[in-house]
């Protein structure tokens, strides 16, 4: 994740932990049209162990965007696949969602493969350098279906 956007990266524990307090009170007053904001911890089966991060934005007559990080030591265990697919039935379920899309940097191929194995497909290609986040490259937006469960 870091690799991609250097800049999003806490410089600490207390910047983590202030980071999921902000996350906690909804959405940033800069995102406009946002009828939904909602973040979660993934954990472990049975533990308290966090895996990973999970959002979704819900965005009147748009898709709804999903992103997902899942921390070094748990990645390419099928995590942010399993959570993603609960998260985007959980936005058909509770929100109606129609639509799905993730944004990502082409070089993530853990990203473009779990977008892909959620049905979503390759709509943009986009030139990015983002002073905020440190992203420069190539970014890919995938869309698709918000299939149910």
């Given at each position: 994740?870091?690799?991609?956007?250097?800049?999003?990266?806490?410089?600490?524990?207390?910047?983590?932990?202030?980071?999921?307090?902000?996350?906690?009170?909804?959405?940033?007053?800069?995102?406009?049209?946002?009828?939904?904001?909602?973040?979660?911890?993934?954990?472990l089966h049975?533990?308290?162990?966090?895996?990973?991060?999970?959002?979704?934005?819900?965005?009147?007559?748009?898709?709804?965007?999903?992103?997902?990080?899942?921390?070094?030591?748990?990645?390419?265990?099928?995590?942010?696949?399993?959570?993603?697919?609960?998260?985007?039935?959980?936005?058909?379920?509770?929100?109606?969602?129609?639509?799905?899309?993730?944004?990502?940097?082409?070089?993530n191929a853990?990203?473009?493969?779990?977008?892909?194995?959620?049905?979503?497909?390759?709509?943009?290609?986009?030139?990015?350098?983002?002073?905020?986040?440190?992203?420069?490259?190539?970014?890919?937006?995938?869309?698709?279906?918000?299939?149910?469960?």
């Amino acid at each position: 994740m870091w690799t991609y956007f250097p800049r999003l990266r806490p410089p600490d524990r207390a910047a983590l932990r202030a980071r999921f307090e902000r996350w906690s009170l909804g959405p940033p007053a800069d995102l406009t049209g946002v009828a939904g904001w909602e973040n979660w911890v993934g954990v472990l089966h049975g533990t308290r162990t966090a895996v990973g991060t999970f959002q979704a934005t819900i965005v009147r007559d748009e898709p709804a965007s999903i992103a997902y990080l899942v921390f070094t030591k748990f990645q390419r265990r099928g995590f942010a696949l399993e959570a993603m697919r609960a998260i985007v039935a959980h936005l058909h379920r509770d929100h109606g969602v129609q639509r799905i899309v993730a944004e990502m940097d082409a070089r993530n191929a853990a990203s473009t493969a779990t977008a892909q194995r959620l049905g979503l497909h390759e709509v943009t290609r986009m030139q990015v350098d983002d002073d905020r986040t440190g992203a420069q490259g190539i970014e890919l937006r995938y869309e698709g279906p918000a299939p149910p469960a």
